[in-house]
């Protein structure tokens, strides 16, 4: 019995008919103009998913701000926003979802304009097709290569190319043909499974619902067709049980569950599984859904498991099948996109989601940066906004993961700025590195506070930041000399003195910068660890890696000194003549002239340089130590 029938005699039949369908994402893509909006929205009207008032609002759309003159303009049911509707282009990502008889469907329109390319990998990365729309009369292009380059990155493999406006060129096969073998070409180099090519109007309708007699030559399925009969691509994916853990349930000292979206395989009461990154075992006991027990769960369903053994979970572990569980790592080789109007530089602390996981992280190395407009592998030190990299990621802990070609839940990331929690990159983990498994922590019988108590002192790094010439190094001598004179055990690192040999080979780019300071921070956290009393005067123009600074120590070993001279006081001083040069263009990335500095929000010491003598403000830190001794 038909849908409409079903909705006529029995709705519940209808509901459950429904609930049953299995669902495709796909997503929408190509240049600017090539029809991606009207496609979806002809899908959305001859599917019957327009309500009587939204069919109203649109014809009246279509007569104010459309491009059909008085027809039906169907991009306006997708291009929602104002910025879209004038400039008749796709800015951000329209979700929008339909069904037909066979199946439900939700359909990404992703932008066509190279400077969105972020937004097109949001809407591709939960897609399991793509629709790669090509103008007939313009045929294979620049965006065209980009976007299918992006499909293939985010491992989709249903590819339909959707040769769009061909009652432009009068239903021209043998123009068909050379645009179709021209991206076959593209698609073998990018490994993509054979695509399905059909011809369209998608304004007309044109072998979008049915197959149009215009074009008696194309032997194919229409589009609708097309989409009803793709397999899910997911189901060729992992099998093997996987449910990264969202919640640890305990509503009472009688019940401790641990709560869950199942990403792959099943599982049952009585199932072995293993708790990563852990690697303790257990059994399952009860499978709990939300009216009650379960005799098993599936992928795609949310439930709560409790275990035979009292053992540790937490949020983020990842329960898996204990005869076939994921990898574990710390270090990974990824691909990553870049969403940030500030740069990724390598060293920067960044926090790492994968799954229900969050961990610090940072980009230790640029393998290559993608060119996506010619496929060619470039040299980079930085990852700009859109920009596409291989890059070798290390996290401060390990987590279960799978290569995302294997399962994007736990292959697929995002990077989060640490200072604005705004999404900066998404990326996509490929293998572990092996440095990953055969590098391991060494026990020492002699630990930090033993060192410590041999020196009768505890450790901490005295952080002092600011401009050159605020007064920094003169400061930091001073407070190592009154240290030195009361017996305690220090180590002054000068940020000019440290370039002569630990970080001789880096310059004075942002990148060189946040790779100077982490090197300063870890050889400071070895010296905390050897009992010193570490004093730091380096410039750390960035707050982000103060703050990874800070958080290599322990509580109450890191205090920051923001020196603070303004501008003109600093450049007045000019002992090195560092600011005449920076100001003639003989010295580039000089801070506070043509590179940024960003003062420290709290430091614990903030020294006023223009109004205090180093001697005053070398006392005052000393006298801040003592009353704050470390706990």
């Not at 691509?233 to 569950?257: H, K, Y």
């Not at 569980?325 to 990724?344: G, H, K, R, S, Y």
């Not at 905390?528 to 800070?550: H, K, M, N, Q, T």
Request: proline letters at 4%; hydrophobic letters at 45%.
């Amino acid at each position: 019995m038909a849908d409409t029938d079903l909705i006529a005699h029995d709705v519940e039949a209808y509901l459950e008919a429904h609930r049953t369908k299995d669902l495709l994402r796909f997503i929408t893509c190509g240049s600017v103009d090539d029809g991606k909006s009207t496609l979806i929205g002809r899908l959305l009207y001859d599917a019957r998913m327009i309500f009587s008032d939204q069919l109203a609002a649109l014809e009246a759309d279509s007569r104010r701000v459309g491009t059909q003159g008085q027809n039906i303009d169907f991009a306006l049911l997708v291009d929602g926003l104002a910025a879209e509707r004038e400039q008749g282009i796709t800015i951000d990502v329209a979700y929008r979802f339909f069904a037909t008889e066979k199946r439900k469907f939700i359909v990404a329109d992703c932008p066509g304009h190279e400077q969105y390319t972020r937004n097109m990998v949001t809407g591709a990365s939960t897609a399991d097709a793509a629709v790669i729309l090509v103008d007939a009369r313009q045929g294979v292009l620049t965006q065209t290569r980009r976007h299918a380059f992006l499909v293939s990155l985010l491992g989709i493999r249903h590819v339909i190319l959707a040769v769009n406006k061909m009652d432009l060129i009068g239903w021209s096969r043998d123009r068909f043909d050379a645009i179709v073998a021209e991206f076959d070409g593209i698609a073998t180099a990018l490994n993509i499974d054979k695509a399905h090519a059909l011809p369209l109007s998608a304004l007309h309708g044109d072998n979008v619902l049915e197959k149009s007699a215009r074009s008696p030559w194309y032997a194919g399925p229409s589009l609708m067709t097309l989409l009803e009969t793709l397999p899910p691509a997911r189901t060729a994916r992992q099998t093997a049980f996987r449910m990264p853990v969202q919640w640890v349930n305990r509503p009472s000292s009688d019940f401790r569950g641990f709560a869950g979206l199942v990403s792959s395989g099943e599982v049952r009461p009585g199932d072995a599984l293993k708790v990563l990154p852990s690697g303790r075992t257990a059994n399952v006991s009860r499978v709990v859904g939300g009216e009650g027990d379960l005799p098993a769960a599936r992928a795609g369903q949310a439930v709560t498991l409790t275990l035979d053994a009292e053992i540790d979970v937490s949020r983020g572990d990842v329960l898996a099948s204990a005869t076939n569980p994921p990898e574990v790592a710390d270090q990974f080789e990824c691909t990553l996109v870049w969403m940030d109007e500030a740069a990724m530089l390598p060293g920067r602390p960044y926090l790492l989601k994968l799954a229900t996981k969050t961990a610090g992280a940072s980009v230790t190395e640029i393998k290559h940066q993608i060119d996506v407009n010619t496929f060619e592998a470039r040299p980079a030190k930085r990852l700009d906004l859109n920009g596409i990299a291989v890059c070798n990621i290390s996290l401060d802990q390990p987590v279960a993961f799978e290569p995302y070609e294997t399962d994007r839940d736990l292959g697929g990331f995002i990077l989060i700025d640490r200072l604005t929690n705004r999404t900066a990159g998404a990326g996509m983990l490929r293998y572990a590195l092996r440095r990953s498994h055969n590098i391991h922590w060494q026990a020492l019988s002699v630990d930090k506070a033993a060192r410590a108590a041999l020196k009768g002192q505890r450790g901490r790094v005295l952080w002092l930041t600011g401009l050159s010439g605020a007064g920094k190094s003169t400061i930091a001598d001073l407070v190592e000399k009154r240290l030195h004179a009361d017996g305690r055990h220090t180590y002054l690192l000068d940020g000019d003195n440290v370039r002569h040999g630990l970080n001789r080979d880096l310059g004075f780019t942002d990148e060189d910068r946040v790779e100077n300071i982490r090197r300063v921070a870890e050889v400071a956290r070895l010296m905390v660890d050897a009992g010193l009393i570490v004093l730091v005067s380096f410039i750390s123009p960035f707050r982000a890696e103060r703050r990874l600074a800070r958080e290599l120590m322990g509580p109450g070993e890191f205090v920051e000194v923001f020196v603070d001279a303004p501008l003109e006081v600093a450049e007045a001083r000019d002992v090195k003549g560092l600011y005449r040069k920076a100001r003639a263009g003989e010295l580039a990335n000089f801070t506070g002239i043509d590179s940024p500095y960003e003062a420290p929000d709290a430091p614990e010491i903030r020294i006023d340089a223009a109004a205090e003598t180093p001697d005053g403000a070398a006392d005052r830190i000393v006298a801040w130590l003592k009353a704050h001794p470390t706990s």
